[in-house]
């Protein structure tokens, strides 16, 4: 057998993907686009390894999915492919549109058909995981209780409206069709992999450059923090042993600012490449206008994904941010590939002009 995973060349699905494969036999069929921030050599060390098959498509080209589900025995869709920056929602929602609401749709009319077609053994066994995210929630308010699986949806931009779009697909096919669906709203992820584009990497990269370190506004903006490594752990729990048709919030129990976000990088970084003058990386912080609509407080509540699946996170936030700063130091070569565009010329040789 087989799992399908969609996205699987981005952050989060490159982590899981390396994880599956590092625990299990079990083939992975990786499904990317190769957007901007799909990058196929972050699965260098798979090259060679047959249990990973990469295919170059998209989630909203229904023949591309149907080829895919008739090809190869697939028993599980683990689905991460999505439009992801809340900066670039705002500027441009039209990818975010099209990706993460119509091939959500797409894909899931593709599993539907599949899953008709199975056998009672093979469909009891099924399963369609969508990878979602906390901002579906909107936001918190300083004294508020953490988001559980039963708080209102209130997406508050272009990017987490069209997640919240994708949940509802996703709960609608499992309640109209019995397609047997899971869902997982995350907290922020961080960790090895993530496009610079994202605070934490885009941080050290500053940093290590010279740069300066922005901080949208105040800075207080509180996000609950979650290791990828974390995440995928979680998925893999989910996925083999959650109950049919529900939701579980995967969360760190990191609740941090902005700005002390930034402060421990600066701190870890001032320990692991010190500055050759001496003086603290905090130096270079400077503060921003803040962008329209940026909400205030997010945070999760994983007691439901702990009492169920005994699953809870194993890094803290201080071991999981001197991991992957680490991992940013061990791995400049990755990051400037990324920052220079260089790696998108070696996609594009590998797989067309399309990637």
């Known amino acids: 057998m087989a799992i399908l995973v969609t996205g699987g060349a981005g952050f989060i699905g490159s982590n899981f993907v390396l994880d599956w494969l590092s625990l299990s036999d079990e083939t992975v069929i990786n499904l990317d686009k190769l957007t901007y921030a799909g990058n196929v050599r972050n699965l260098d060390s798979l090259r060679e390894d047959a249990r990973h098959v990469f295919v170059h498509g998209d989630i909203a080209d229904r023949k591309v999915l149907e080829e895919l589900l008739v090809t190869h025995p697939i028993r599980a869709i683990v689905h991460f492919a999505a439009e992801s920056h809340v900066d670039r929602s705002i500027l441009e929602a039209d990818a975010f549109i099209q990706t993460n609401v119509v091939g959500t749709f797409n894909l899931l009319e593709a599993a539907r058909r599949h899953y008709d077609a199975l056998d009672d053994k093979r469909r009891e066994a099924f399963r369609f995981l969508h990878i979602s995210t906390d901002e579906v929630y909107g936001s918190l308010t ?182 992957t700063v680490q991992w940013y130091l061990d791995n400049q070569a990755w990051v400037s590939g990324v920052i220079d565009g260089s790696y998108r010329a070696w996609i594009s040789g590998q797989y067309g002009h399309q990637a």
């Not at 901080?215 to 990828?228: A, C, F, M, N, P």
């Not at 976000?261 to 503060?287: E, F, K, N, W």
């Open 142 to 323: 300083q004294d508020a209780l953490p988001f559980s699986e039963t708080s209102p949806y209130a997406p508050n931009n272009p990017y987490s409206a069209s997640k919240a779009a994708s949940d509802h697909l996703v709960r609608a096919y499992h309640h109209t069709h019995g397609l047997p669906v899971l869902t997982t709203n995350c907290s922020n992820n961080y960790g090895p992999y993530q496009f610079p584009e994202k605070l934490i990497p885009l941080v050290i990269h500053h940093a290590l450059t010279g740069k300066t370190l922005p901080i949208y506004g105040d800075g207080k903006q509180i996000r609950d923090w979650l290791y990828v490594g974390d995440h995928c752990t979680a998925i893999r729990h989910v996925l083999a042993d959650g109950r049919v048709g529900e939701t579980y919030n995967v969360g760190g129990w990191n609740e941090k600012t902005n700005v002390e976000v930034v402060h421990t990088l600066c701190a870890i970084l001032d320990t692991l490449r010190p500055r050759s003058d001496g003086r603290t990386y905090r130096d270079q912080i400077v503060h921003i206008k803040d962008r329209p609509g940026h909400d205030r407080r997010y945070a999760i509540s994983a007691s439901k994904i702990e009492r169920e699946l005994r699953w809870k996170p194993q890094e803290s936030f201080e071991s999981g941010m001197r991991k």
